[in-house]
């Protein structure tokens, strides 16, 4: 199946400092990615959508000057966020869209994820 | 994305078949049912989906109701490796996870 490569897997940070994170997909060109984060013991909370060569779409609540989303090319989205906070430890993942055919069915393929401890 | 409706959680024993339901009353005729999972501190993985026919693949099989507002994902043999969160979503236009079932597969 396609991959998604997601890197950092871990990091740990001062308060204050900016981190990114990168999703690339591999082996497809995914003109859609997602970004989520994610609690312990909770599900994934979508926090924006990243579409290739346009601004990124936030959910509401999600400020977009603290988590930048770049999504320059067809393979790489990028997830910046900027002065982080004990309060932005958490679970990211990202996700890209790989459409199936002309039907318009689609999978997600996920990164395995960014660990992420502000300090 | 079309709400759905998924069991707490749900116990299976290694080597059985491990059913899990998920309600989607909401869906719309050309909405396509994505089923995933998700093991401990890993980032999802797919599973398979369908639109109205049933669907197999080597890891699972989807039963869609004919009305299409319900399906099953069956594991026909379930290992201690399928014990995750197995998320059953409707994506328009964009995918969010609801909390999903958590299976445990016990020896």
């Known amino acids: 199946g396609a991959v998604v490569s997601q890197h950092p897997s871990r990091v740990i940070c001062k308060s204050g400092t900016s981190v990114k994170i990168e999703c690339r997909s591999l082996?497809?060109?995914?003109?859609?990615m997602f970004w989520y984060r994610q609690f312990p013991k909770q599900s994934l909370m979508l926090m924006a959508t990243?579409?290739?060569?346009?601004?990124?779409?936030?959910e509401q609540g999600v400020e977009k000057d603290k988590f930048l989303i770049n999504h320059a090319s067809l393979t790489l989205s990028t997830l910046t966020v900027t002065s982080a906070h004990p309060e932005d430890s958490s679970f990211y993942i990202c996700?890209?869209?790989?459409?199936?055919?002309?039907?318009?069915?689609?999978?997600?393929?996920f990164g395995s994820g960014t660990q992420l401890s502000v300090l | 994305d079309a709400k759905t409706t998924q069991p707490t959680s749900m116990d299976c024993a290694e080597g059985r078949a491990a059913n899990l339901p998920c309600n989607h009353s909401t869906i719309s005729g050309n909405e396509y049912v994505y089923w995933y999972r998700q093991i401990h501190s890993q980032g999802p993985q797919y599973i398979i989906h369908g639109l109205k026919n049933n669907e197999t693949n080597e890891m699972a099989s989807l039963i869609i109701t004919e009305d299409r507002k319900s399906s099953t994902l069956i594991l026909p043999h379930a290992t201690l490796r399928d014990t995750a969160v197995y998320y059953c979503i409707v994506p328009r236009g964009k995918s969010t996870f609801g909390d999903g079932t958590t299976l445990t597969v016990k020896p």
């Open positions: 082996d497809f060109q995914a003109t859609t």
């Open positions: 990243s579409n290739e060569g346009s601004k990124a779409t936030y």
């Open positions: 996700s890209a869209r790989d459409w199936q055919g002309p039907q318009g069915s689609e999978k997600l393929f």
